[in-house]
């Protein structure tokens, strides 16, 4: 009787752990486990035999300090093939520093749908396959999510989001993070095959090697459709472009801003392209190549069949007046509807001599756009986020009534920088991208004007 009793007790203690090792849910899909504080998301990190379960994050969580017990989720042995919403909830200031493979708060998911999450100044670094947020993701999905901060890899495969992605899709999400490493780097993924990417952004500076790209380092057989890169892209060696640096994916109403250099196959949207459409697409940044046979302001090389249509490149920021496809334009026929005759701006771009310094914009950048769930109780501006940002950055503010709005950055002289808002504007929600390309970094103040208030804030620009 006593020994039934002593393994009814332990049974029931054991049953207990189980059911309390997070904040709630059983792990299934209809009843996710909840991951709400330190301990939760560390126990996650633990446990490999919960790495086929669901999982939604109640809060937001800061690892500041943390040490010991953070490790990726997933790994080469023990993949991640649950399921991961973080509810629009953040995980901030992750740290990692490892000589294994598959870094990130998910080091190798297969299957897995990652959502709504973001990772604010992460510092990762690891052998190779070294992401923001995911080191390998196969034939899953990544969805409204984001990362920040600093991504290493000591070899090979690095972005700012994701390293390596395979049979999978990359949807309404960005990264800010600056990436660094030796092959295979970009802003928002390393390298992608057969992978869709779709009104996705990377705002941060890539350096190193080969196959390095603004957006996508290497992109084969997938898309690209209705994203951006503004970010440098600083290469020593070759196939380097502004949005991808080695390219055999069909890119669509796509666009690039920023620098791109490298030794050899060097351009402005594409480094080199393969079989692949490139339509509707741009580049304005300047672009620096040592070979001129294989540099151009558009497309570096042109070495498959890639069908080229309806693209252009600005010839004078660019610094290149010949490309391997495209058309070239002066800056006042880039920042002009009429150079765009069969795009679609009703429904795809935008198009406004205060908002992306002129140039085409995404319609989903929602620069102008109304959230018309309810309108705001008072007057707002909100914090820019990123913060500190470089250099492009989201300006957000609220209006309780129909108001003429002035929106304006000032450096810390009071000289105008930028003027993004003037005119009259209806009550609602309302959003503007700030670049501060070519800006010095420095402190930078956001101004409001409306009829009823003067409001301000600082914003940080690092270089």
Excluded at 17 to 29: H, M
Excluded at 48 to 77: C, M, R, V, Y
Excluded at 219 to 243: M, N
Excluded at 315 to 328: R, Y
Aim: proline share 2%.
């Amino acid at each position: 009787m006593k020994k039934t009793n002593l393994r009814l007790i332990i049974m029931s203690f054991l049953i207990t752990v189980s059911l309390n090792a997070y904040s709630g849910g059983s792990g299934s899909n209809s009843d996710p486990y909840q991951i709400g504080n330190l301990e939760d998301l560390k126990e996650l990190m633990a446990t490999s035999s919960d790495w086929n379960k669901h999982f939604i994050q109640t809060a937001d969580l800061d690892l500041s300090g943390e040490t010991t017990g953070i490790n990726p989720i997933g790994n080469e042995s023990f993949r991640f093939t649950g399921d991961y919403d973080g509810q629009g909830h953040k995980i901030s200031n992750l740290k990692l520093d490892l000589t294994s493979e598959c870094v990130g708060l998910f080091g190798y998911v297969i299957g897995s749908n990652i959502s709504n999450l973001g990772m604010v100044a992460v510092a990762v670094k690891g052998e190779c396959f070294v992401g923001g947020l995911v080191g390998k993701s196969i034939q899953g999905s990544i969805t409204n999510s984001y990362a920040t901060g600093v991504v290493e890899s000591i070899n090979y495969y690095a972005g700012g989001l994701v390293a390596y992605g395979k049979n999978c899709s990359i949807t309404d999400s960005y990264a800010t993070s600056s990436v660094i490493g030796t092959d295979y780097l970009g802003g928002l993924a390393g390298k992608c095959v057969q992978v869709s990417i779709t009104n996705s952004y990377a705002t941060g500076t890539v350096s190193g090697d080969y196959n390095m790209g603004g957006l996508v380092g290497s992109s084969t057989q997938g898309s690209i459709e209705a994203s951006y890169a503004t970010g440098d892209v600083l290469a020593s060696k070759a196939f380097v472009g502004g949005l991808v640096g080695n390219n055999s994916s069909n890119i669509t109403d796509s666009y690039a801003m920023g620098k791109v250099q490298g030794s050899s196959s060097v351009g402005g949207l594409v480094g080199k392209g393969g079989e692949c459409s490139i339509v509707h697409s741009y580049a304005m940044g300047e672009v620096l190549g040592e070979n001129p046979n294989k540099t151009g302001g558009l497309i570096g090389e042109n070495s498959g069949s890639s069908n080229i249509n309806s693209c252009y490149w600005d010839q004078e920021t660019s610094g290149q007046s010949s490309s391997a496809g495209g058309t070239g334009k002066s800056s006042a026929e880039m920042k002009d509807i009429a150079t765009y005759t069969d795009w679609d701006f009703t429904n795809t771009w935008c198009i406004s001599e205060n908002d992306n310094d002129g140039y085409p914009f995404l319609a989903w950048q929602n620069t102008n756009s109304i959230e018309e769930e309810f309108y705001p109780v008072t007057n707002a501006l909100i914090q820019n986020y990123p913060n500190p940002f470089n250099p492009g950055t989201v300006i957000k503010f609220d209006l309780t009534k129909d108001s003429k709005v002035e929106l304006n950055i000032y450096n810390t002289k009071g000289q105008l920088v930028k003027k993004l808002v003037d005119g009259f504007y209806k009550a609602g929600h309302y959003q503007k991208n700030f670049n501060a390309k070519g800006l010095p970094a420095g402190i930078y103040i956001c101004n409001l004007k409306t009829s009823e208030k003067n409001l301000q804030h600082k914003m940080i620009l690092c270089k």
